[in-house]
């Protein structure tokens, strides 16, 4: 995580205001288990566009991570309203009534 942080800094403003400059801080900062400020970059990229199961699915690990139960059972049931493709091609993303199923990739 050193390097994460000092490799974000060094980007310019306006680069770093960019959707696809959030996903990798975001990313980072969930690595660097600051799962409040990782919570923060996802909403606002929940914020910006329609929910996908990648946002979605690091909003509930942090919120959970994080203690707020509450919080990470509402995107869990958000995963599961969700009906997109999941990244390899192997149905759809959806809930088993137990919590989140489906796999997903890195980069966003």
């Known amino acids: 995580m050193s390097c994460g942080p000092s490799w974000m800094r060094s980007l310019p403003p306006d680069v770093l ?37 990648r946002v979605l699915g690091y909003l509930g690990t942090s919120a959970a991570r994080s203690g707020d139960s509450a919080t990470a059972r509402e995107y869990s049931r958000r995963l599961g309203d969700l009906n997109e493709p999941n ?16 796999t997903w990739t890195w980069p966003f």
């Open 17 to 53: 205001s960019t959707p696809e400059s959030q996903a990798p801080r975001g990313r980072l900062l969930y690595l660097g288990e600051r799962w409040s400020e990782a919570g923060e970059v996802f909403r606002g990229l929940l914020d910006r566009a329609p929910p996908s199961s």
């Open 87 to 102: 990244q390899h091609g192997q149905g759809k993303v959806s809930s088993s009534g137990s919590g989140y199923i489906g």
